[in-house]
């Protein structure tokens, strides 16, 4: 018997069907760090067009989740595209370091006692623990496959980076943009410090909910004299700090008789408020316009101490009784009505929540324990009317998760109006994905208020401000400046807190208020927010290999009131300019239910147990496949369809090297005119292939790149090319121009796909380079992104094969019945038969093979109906014997002496190729 295995092609290959990623993955990082191919990416661009995503930097603190994971690599696929796409595009990782948190991690967790330590060692201890963390997460980000310059990051705590950000701070007090000043401000209790409002979030909060009456003392001949403004509060401990009621001009309002007292309150509340106080039996008595109460004054409920009508648009009719209680010390729109009529500022308040001897009787209690002393002394006065209770969003400390308090205190403020018309002209000059970023952000800027920019903290970036010993005026110029961010840039911004404040000046300075020349050093540190902030000029303008501005920030969708919103309001107080041309977020993972993501919930993924159980490559595929500028959801279900996608796109690369064993693109690359028509069909659709997933990195939608490769691979080849032409790669003589042609084409389609795919699996792409026969680069990280060839593209052939594509989808159909109905095994089984329609006739008399096209053993095209718009398909078994070579059913078998079991084309072929070889 001959043995006829020996002469088929069929497909040898080296690269393993499985892909044992959370094995080979660490191998492959390694090799890269040790070939040093970040630097040699960047070498092979040098000279380049520049594209610079600037790393918004997370805080160093705890372990990665799977949102860090998420941004990571999306700006991995972005920074790898531009490169293969011809650009210089550096990435450099950086890190958030300084702030609360950690501070609350050296006490908790490290149990060192604040008190027992010196600042500057507390500030040693705070940055050896930021610093574990930046290693920690460093090596988790690399895990994920994320190329970048993880050998010299940026820190914000980094003596360099403190540097600048000390003299960004003093450009924008040279321009006026910075002032010292009381203010009622958010303050965490819990934190005992001020919060910008990036560190705020929104939870419900049950409080307290009181109807007070304020006695009138001064009635300007309007309102009788037993009178009583009723006021509406949640917040009775700011009782204490009342200084005025605030109504509104235009608004009526009116006196209620209630039978026991006189009551002032809006018109237009008045049935409300008498059902809530339950006065079943009122009267209005007489009513007037808010402005005609001007000069009215009240008396404080238990306090010698008067609290004046007063007038202001906040007040509306949406609750309350249109009379609003006015504690300039511990609201922002009752501070900003203070300043107006010259109120006084009291905020009996200290730092940790706790009531001073400005609120008699009070003293020493927690705020919220005031609430109910305060609201029993309103009742035993006679004042309270009604008590009960509400449950309303209400603003949290979104470290400690503890609700805070608005407190009037010093603070150093950035003037947001000094810039913010700039800014709002900026914002329309950046490019915005998704578009609705423009408008969220500029909403922000134009409500926004002054940014407090101080923090009662030890571990960040001190002030650099003095204050005179005698008048204690604030003291900062140019030669102040200069010589502290030198002396950071030198010894690190711990030297503050370790030399005297003589060293830490020039020499020959003089307060410019009193001529004195004693200095007393600030205590505050900087907002956390002005470190990360900085970072467009720490690191864009000082690091050789980036341009200032930033081709593009991305960052999650919290970051318009965090680092899109900080980075902007440094830059065009500094520069007029914006630190970005574009902008792009994405939204925030869910669980498969769709439920936010809690570790009280259990629905948290590990990015670390997934590239443990399945690989980072399937993390980024499954990235890759997100709609990430939504909302989007993960869990171990979707990972593992993720992981079957990924197998199948494994399987196609696997099956076009298994193919390619033989083939040496120097050697036996065909050229396009010796094609056949299919060949140049699939390099037409390659090429449309390479535009659409190239647009698709250009604007972002990685989802589209995921999708058109896996439509293209698991459609158009799988189920089509690939299976059509398996014939001729395995059967074929192995250097017939038919076969080195489909070679060929299988060469260039390997080669675009891996270049393709390289930003999103680059560990997987880089396995398939390897194995890719012929001379290369060393790593297709180092190779060009596909254009498209315009040579190529032919709309009349592509049409002609598109259409045909769609009638052989009715013989396939036809054939899957037969199948069902047994009336044939496989389809080499089969015998096609076509009546078809003009049209069709047309067409299928364009195509040659077939018999190949539709992988059966036998075509016959009957004569045109013209009765019929398409195709009729009859399938019967197909006559003859089975090759034992390939397989197909031919009435040619048998009719060959040396070779009884082949069919006429195995024949020939073997006698010309393998006629040694084969024992008959």
């Not at 993924?605 to 989007?632: C, E, H, M, N």
């Not at 008399?845 to 009729?872: A, C, R, T, Y």
Request: glycine share 6%; proline share 5%; charged share 25%.
């Amino acid at each position: 018997m001959a043995d006829y295995s020996k002469t088929l092609q069929l497909p040898k290959t080296a690269f393993p069907m499985r892909g044992n990623l959370p094995n080979k993955e660490p191998e492959r990082q390694q090799r890269w760090k040790q070939e040093n191919i970040y630097q040699r990416v960047l070498e092979k661009r040098q000279g380049a067009p520049k594209f610079i995503l600037h790393d918004g930097p997370p805080y160093a603190n705890g372990d990665l989740h799977i949102g860090h994971a998420l941004n990571k690599i999306l700006k991995d696929f972005i920074v790898r595209y531009k490169s293969l796409a011809g650009f210089d595009a550096p990435y450099i990782p950086g890190w958030d370091t300084h702030g609360l948190p950690i501070e609350h991690a050296i006490v908790t967790k490290k149990k060192v006692d604040r008190r027992s330590v010196d600042v500057a060692t507390f500030r040693e201890l705070c940055k050896e623990y930021a610093l574990s963390f930046v290693e920690r997460q460093k090596e988790q980000f690399q895990r994920l496959g994320v190329r970048g310059d993880w050998d010299d990051p940026y820190i914000t705590l980094k003596p360099e980076y403190e540097a600048e950000q000390i003299r960004l701070f003093g450009d924008m007090v040279e321009k006026g943009h910075v002032y010292r000043g009381m203010k009622a401000i958010y303050w965490s209790p819990t934190s005992e410090s001020a919060l910008a409002e990036a560190e705020i979030e929104y939870y419900d909060k049950r409080s307290a909910s009181i109807y007070v009456a304020f006695p009138v003392v001064e009635n300007q001949n309007v309102l009788p004299e037993d009178s009583e403004v009723l006021i509406w509060t949640t917040t009775p401990w700011t009782i204490p700090a009342n200084m005025a009621i605030s109504l509104n001009e235009d608004f009526s309002y009116s006196l209620v008789d209630t039978g026991s007292r006189k009551l002032v309150l809006a018109t237009e509340l008045v049935p409300s408020v008498m059902e809530i106080i339950e006065a079943d039996q009122y009267q209005i008595v007489s009513s007037w316009k808010g402005k005609e109460l001007k000069g009215v004054v009240c008396r404080h409920p238990f306090y010698d101490r008067q609290s004046p009508i007063v007038f202001g648009d906040h007040v509306t009719l949406d609750a309350g009784t249109g009379c609003v209680h006015t504690a300039p010390g511990h609201g922002e729109e009752d501070f900003w009505i203070g300043q107006k009529y010259g109120l006084d500022v009291l905020s009996p308040i200290d730092e940790k929540g706790k009531f001073t001897n400005q609120a008699p009787g009070f003293e020493g209690l927690y705020y919220e324990d005031g609430n109910k002393k305060v609201t029993e002394k309103l009742e035993k006065v006679g004042a309270l009317l009604k008590l009960s209770f509400i449950t309303h969003s209400y603003p949290h400390d979104w470290r400690t998760k503890k609700p805070i308090i608005y407190r009037a205190t010093e603070q150093w403020f950035a003037s947001i109006d000094g810039f913010r018309k700039e800014m709002l002209e900026q914002i329309k000059q950046v490019k915005w994905t998704p578009h609705w970023g423009e408008v969220r952000l500029s909403n922000m800027i134009a409500d926004r208020g002054d940014w407090c920019i101080s923090r009662q903290r030890v571990w960040g970036v001190p002030l650099p401000i003095f204050y005179c010993t005698s008048c204690n005026h604030p003291h900062i110029n140019t030669e102040t400046i200069d010589f502290i961010a030198n002396l950071f840039a030198d010894e690190g911004s711990n030297t503050w807190y370790k030399k005297d404040t003589s060293e830490l000046m020039p020499p020959d300075q003089v307060c410019t208020e009193c001529s004195g020349t004693h200095f007393r050093k600030e205590t505050d540190t900087m907002d956390v927010w002005f470190d990360s902030g900085s970072s467009h000029r720490s690191v864009l303008t000082k690091r050789s290999e980036t341009v200032w501005p930033a081709d593009l920030y991305l960052e999650g969708s919290d970051q318009y009131r965090g680092w899109f919103n900080s980075s902007l309001s440094t830059a065009v107080a500094t520069t007029g300019q914006a630190p970005y041309k574009q902008v792009l977020s994405h939204g925030f993972t869910l669980d498969g239910e769709g439920r936010k993501m809690s570790k009280s919930l259990g629905n948290t993924v590990d990015p670390a147990k997934v590239t443990k159980q399945y690989g980072a490559d399937i993390l980024r595929l499954w990235v890759a496949s997100s709609d990430y500028q939504a909302d989007f959801r993960v869990s171990d279900e979707i990972l593992k369809q993720t992981a079957e996608v990924y197998r199948k796109l494994r399987n196609t690369f696997r099956f076009l090297l298994g193919n390619l064993a033989d083939f040496d693109p120097a050697k036996h690359r065909v050229s396009v005119d010796q094609m056949d028509e299919l060949e140049k069909f699939v390099l037409i659709k390659l090429q449309g292939l390479v535009e659409r997933v190239t647009k698709g990195y250009e604007s972002y939608e990685f989802i589209q790149v995921y999708s058109q490769i896996h439509q293209f691979c698991t459609v158009f080849l799988s189920q089509f090319y690939l299976d059509v032409r398996k014939d001729r790669l395995y059967v074929d003589a192995p250097n017939s121009l038919d076969r080195r042609s489909t070679q060929t084409v299988l060469y260039d389609l390997l080669l675009t796909l891996v270049k393709l795919l390289a930003p999103i699996i680059p560990h997987t792409t880089d396995e398939v380079w390897e194995h890719i026969p012929g001379e290369k680069e060393a790593s297709v990280q180092l190779t060009d992104f596909p254009v498209v060839n315009g040579d190529l593209i032919d709309e009349t052939l592509e049409r002609k094969w598109d259409r045909f594509l769609d009638l052989r989808n009715i013989v396939l159909k036809s054939l899957e019945e037969a199948r069902t109905a047994k009336t044939i095994g496989n389809s080499l089984g089969a015998k096609v038969a076509i009546t078809p329609g003009f049209e069709a006739a047309t067409l299928l008399n364009q195509i040659p093979q077939l018999k190949d096209m539709f992988i059966v053993s036998d075509v016959e095209i009957h004569p045109v109906s013209g009765d019929l718009e398409d195709i009729q398909v009859e399938v019967s078994p197909a006559s003859g014997e089975k090759c034992e070579r390939c397989w197909i059913i031919s009435p040619t078998v048998g009719q060959h002496d040396h070779h009884s079991t082949l069919c006429d084309r195995c024949a020939s072929i073997v006698e010309e190729n393998y006629a040694a070889d084969v024992e008959v």
